[in-house]
């Protein structure tokens, strides 16, 4: 049966202090286990439209739908959404002083599990993943020591991102940028990540500037968004053609 | 948005859990009769069969205490408002109805024992598993210890102060009034003349006291004023750490309460003051509550002494409270790190005093101030060198943190410095919790109020980690209860 996970329709979204509008009529449907990856260029929506799907509230949505597992999202708070299956790796992610990553973790992968009803997970046995997880991705324990995100470089903040997918095992998870400042070992850790997680019932949604992620990551759909809309859609034979031909083309 | 409804919805189920520490008690209380006399000081002195040097001390504060002028007298100058102080509609003794005291559990009222319970604090278990003795307050006479042996055997004296003015009274007239005199200030002057009663800790030299020392207070019958007196004293090369922790149940007029707490620590004694205060704050619109006017001061009286006071302020309708640290031994070390938090028309006015004395001393102050609601906080640090202090240092960091936009927070700091070699380092900085940090949390899974709770306590973490364990995880449950329908 081919179900959808994601269905957006016709969505506009503004920014919720000036009434500005980013998004101006999306409409994307992702299917189960499938993989899709959205390019186009700076400004034009792509990391609006991931944390409209998180549910940012510093964005409204003004018409349009948005149904995750057939559910309508834009009833549900920003940790219900969380705790359903999304997971956004931010673009940019923040730092929080004195909470160890450990305690974070521990805290997110309880609370997801009490919304299931399962009972939370002792401290061993949280441990024993935790450690397998960082062990996956090559993250040194001791920069888990330290706060959550502070002090850590791009690179580590963006590996740390994708350790937190790991560990909450989302349905949908969406990658804003996560390939960005990372070198080639890291590029390729991520890309195993990814691969690895990808299953019938995990969907990726992959907002990146370059090519070379699609080297480690082959996606099945590829989108193009641009001045908040998307421009075109296809499969990774789109990615040559911007690569050609740049993303003047499209507009 | 539309997550709006889901917001006021969980704010109205926050408001129902409302100070959930709020019931009362029905233990037979003996209350002395209202108002403030010479008669009744003499009534409070003879139920505790207090020696008459005692007795002197008290009338002398007392008299002190008269001849001052009320409006002078009360701190003014602090950024807290409340009504009119009736003296004389106070009751200065309150005791519950044991013809004897307790000789162990079994003798102590039930009711009484399950209060505690209330609190979260079965002396029976709890405390012994955790290793803590708990010399337990309820209103102003001391009911139950336990660990007593243990410590006896150690030398150290760990027992209400009534006690200790029964069983050693050459200690008591040595020590007490040394750090606080009667006549400080007005509300330890007002103490001195009528405290009920409170700890007594003596640690021996070169005794290091193996587990925590705790107190519970508790203010119970229906407007008793609370007037404390605790004394601690470490001799030479001693350890001791101690507990302090409160809660209160609700009542409708305000209630007062002027602790005195001494300090004092010999040569290279140190000396660790945690204090958790949870008292019932009043109601959202700034009814009832607790006025906390406490006195607590240490002395470093030896050469390489430490004091540290540690604390985690939640509650109180008024809290004014500088605890201080007067560094007479050369070589010896100050320390204060504080949370005190303030939501909806909670009033803190608190600080410390650092003052050095003696050659190399230094002190230390980190002290972080958290508004919520309307609630206004005040951090009010006073730093002063003598000209006798050769190489003082000091280091005083001062962060506040609002949450929402109708608190207030403020520092003021006092600067005095009468000696060139003198050191003194000051950083301050305001926050507020930020979008992004909460959007990142609850993007995991955290619901809001969660979200809140892990970055306040994140950012009050320096204090925390000088707690020990138990009572830093107790600390984070307080900021969380006391923020509860502040956040979403
Ligand atoms: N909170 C906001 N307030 C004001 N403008 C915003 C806000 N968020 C996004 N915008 C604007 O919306 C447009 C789209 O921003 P967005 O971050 O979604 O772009 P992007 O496609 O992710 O770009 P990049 O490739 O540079 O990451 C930009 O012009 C941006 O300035
Ligand atoms: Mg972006």
């Known amino acids: 049966m081919d179900n959808k996970i994601l269905e957006i329709k016709n969505l506009k979204a503004l920014v919720s202090e000036t009434g500005e509008e980013i998004l101006s009529g999306i409409d994307l449907e992702i299917g189960d286990g499938e993989t899709h990856v959205i390019m186009g260029p700076n400004g034009g929506g792509k990391s609006t439209l991931v944390n409209v799907i998180a549910g940012r509230d510093s964005y409204e949505v003004s018409s349009g739908s948005i149904k995750f597992k057939s559910k309508n999202l834009l009833n549900m708070n920003i940790d219900e959404r969380s705790r359903e299956g999304i997971f956004l790796a931010f673009q940019y992610p923040s730092e929080i002083p004195g909470v160890r990553p450990w305690q974070f973790m521990k805290a997110a992968v309880d609370a997801k599990r009490k919304a299931n009803g399962d009972p939370e997970l002792s401290v061993r046995e949280f441990s024993k993943i935790y450690d397998d997880n960082l062990k996956k991705i090559n993250i040194n324990s001791d920069l888990m020591k330290r706060s959550l995100n502070e002090g850590f470089s791009g690179g580590e903040k963006k590996r740390n991102e994708v350790f937190q997918m790991m560990m909450l095992e989302p349905n949908l998870a969406l990658l804003d940028e996560t390939d960005s400042g990372l070198d080639v070992d890291a590029l390729k850790a991520v890309g195993d990540a990814v691969n690895n997680l990808r299953d019938s019932k995990r969907s990726f949604l992959i907002v990146t500037h370059y090519q070379r992620l699609l080297d480690h990551i082959k996606p099945d759909f590829v989108h193009i968004l641009i001045n908040g809309k998307i421009a075109e859609s296809g499969n990774s034979d789109l990615v040559k053609k911007i690569e050609n031909d740049g993303y003047e083309s499209f507009a | 948005m539309t997550s709006d409804n889901n917001s006021i919805s969980r704010k109205t189920k926050l408001e129902d859990k409302d100070y959930k520490w709020g019931f009362t008690t029905d233990v037979e209380t003996e209350v002395v009769p209202k108002g403030l006399s010479e008669e009744i000081i003499n009534i409070i002195s003879s139920k505790k069969s207090e020696p008459k040097w005692l007795l002197d001390w008290r009338l002398k504060a007392y008299k002190h205490w008269l001849a001052q002028d009320k409006k002078e007298g009360e701190p003014e100058w602090a950024m807290v408002d409340y009504p009119d102080i009736n003296y004389q509609d106070i009751h200065y003794y309150a005791a519950p109805n044991l013809s004897d005291a307790p000789k162990s559990l079994e003798d102590v009222d039930p009711e009484m024992l399950e209060a505690f319970e209330k609190l979260g604090i079965p002396l029976e278990e709890r405390a012994q ?290 000696n060139p070699s003198a050191k003194l380092e000051h950083e301050a900085s305001t926050s507020k919790v930020s979008d992004d940090q909460l959007f990142y949390l609850m993007q995991r899974g955290l619901d809001e109020e969660e979200a809140h709770h892990m970055i306040i306590t994140g950012w009050s973490k320096e204090v925390f980690k000088e707690l020990p364990f138990e009572f830093a995880v107790e600390a984070g449950q307080l900021l969380k209860v006391s923020l509860e329908g502040a956040v979403g």
């Open chain 2, 129 to 418: 598993l955790a290793g803590v003795a708990v010399d337990a307050v309820f209103d102003s006479v001391s009911v139950a210890t336990t660990y007593e042996k243990q410590l006896k055997e150690l030398g150290i004296i760990f027992c209400s102060f009534s006690e200790a003015v029964k069983n050693h009274p050459d200690l008591i007239e040595k020590y007490l009034g040394s750090v606080v005199p009667y006549s400080d200030n007005y509300f330890a002057n007002l103490n001195s003349a009528v405290f009920s009663d409170g700890s007594f800790i003596y640690v021996p030299p070169g005794v290091r006291c193996p587990i925590e020392l705790m107190t519970y207070f508790r203010i119970n019958t229906a407007d008793t004023g609370q007037f404390e007196r605790t004394l601690i004293v470490a001799d030479k090369d001693s350890y001791v750490s101690y507990l302090e922790g409160c809660t209160a149940p609700i009542r409708k007029s305000s209630q007062l309460h002027a602790a005195v707490v001494e300090l004092v620590a010999l040569e290279n004694a140190e000396i660790k003051y945690s204090t958790l205060q949870n008292w019932y704050p009043g109601t959202k619109e700034g009814v009832g509550g607790v006025y906390n006017f406490v006195t607590k001061r240490g002395k470093c009286l030896g050469k390489g002494s430490k004091i540290s006071w540690t604390q985690v302020e939640t509650g109180s309708a008024i809290t004014w409270k500088y605890p201080s640290v007067i560094l007479q031994g050369d070589d010896s070390v100050g320390e204060f790190y504080s949370v005190a938090l303030t939501n909806n028309r909670q009033q803190a006015d608190t600080g410390t005093k650092m003052i050095h004395i003696g050659k190399n001393t230094r002190s230390n102050i980190v002290a972080k101030g958290i508004s919520a609601g309307e609630g206004n906080n005040t951090y009010r640090g006073q730093v002063k060198v003598l000209p006798s202090a050769e190489n003082a240092q000091n280091f005083t960091q001062c962060d506040s943190l609002l949450i929402g936009d109708k608190c207030g927070a403020h520092t003021v700091p006092y600067i005095e410095v009468k």
